[in-house]
């Protein structure tokens, strides 16, 4: 049995059930036995892949978009490009590679990797030994150097902690909300409805489709994605800037559970080890927008990731490579499908950007809300 699994019932024993997010804020974060602190999760010996992993040319392209954003925030001298969530620094390295195209943004970019886990800070200190810019750590984006800033986040939403609520009442509207909860019942941890209906204060931030929902529908919120968004207008209020994130989820809130563990490229259960399996849920992009609505920042409609990449000239990028790698061919067009197959990355990823008021619509996009 995990420590964390023992620790975690002796925690309800004495105080009660826990919500969703607080168990994974635990599992995943705990700094003695959470999940991100105790190891390196990524790659093909890990437990997960993400998009940097499969190919370099991810981060090749967007070191372009990288490049254009800074274009089109009028090229300043200096550039505060920050990542939150940087694994193990992989896709940083690769932007900063493509970048030496463009000296001047070079010689302006100053990187802050935001990174909860030490463990890959060491990893991300590693891979960035080299690089091309100075490079430092924060813990949120208020700590960074104040100026024009870039930000990106790759499979970074979709590890925030969320929670879950069940409709009970839909003739009760917002007030037929009951929270789902874990706890610790025959010997198991388990899920349970919270006996009473959820505050008001928790009713005025479930997005507008809470309405919609039919008994026993489940709903999911993400509270941290409204701190990063508040977060993202105070910055883009004082500094021009623009924050790009790729993750998976649907266009428009869904009900349903879809928070999953995964261990070695498989699901398992979500109670199955907790602090030894990665936890994730679908970032509902829908909720990003209206979030980004209420609070005035200006925001872009999600796109698929397959048009986004394809924008920044990702299929190019791979005939390039290939031209001069030909013993590498095959394995390229492998990738590239993987990043943009409707079956594979390319439609269940998603791209949405915030940005200053004002700004022109990011490369890769349509249009700004
Ligand atoms: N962007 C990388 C890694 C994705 S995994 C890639 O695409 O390969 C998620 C990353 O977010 C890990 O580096 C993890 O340690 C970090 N992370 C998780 N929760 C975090 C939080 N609350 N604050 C900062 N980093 C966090």
Redesign the pocket.
Known sequence: MSRLRERLIAKIEAEGPISVAEYMTLC??DPVDGY?PTRD??GSDGDFI????ISQMFGEVLGLWCIQSWQDMGRPETLQLV??????G??MSDILRAAKLAPDFLNAVRVTL????SA?EAVQAKTLADAPCPVSWASDIASVEPGVTLII????LD??PIRQFIQKDPFAGAGGWQERMVTYEERQLRFAVSPVVISETVQQILPAAQSEAKTDELLEICP?NAQILDQLKARFEDNLGRALFIDYGPEATEFGDTLQALKRHEKVGVFSDPGNTDLTARVDFGALVELAHKIQLAVTPPVYQREFLSKLGLELRAVSLSRAKPESKDKIGRQLHRLTAADEMGELFKAICFQSDGLMVPLGFRDIL
């Open positions: 995943l974060l991100y999760p990524l993400t998009a940097p992993e990542e939150y969530g940087p694994g193990r992989i896709m935001i990174e909860a886990s890959l986040g790759n499979e970074f590890c925030l941290a």
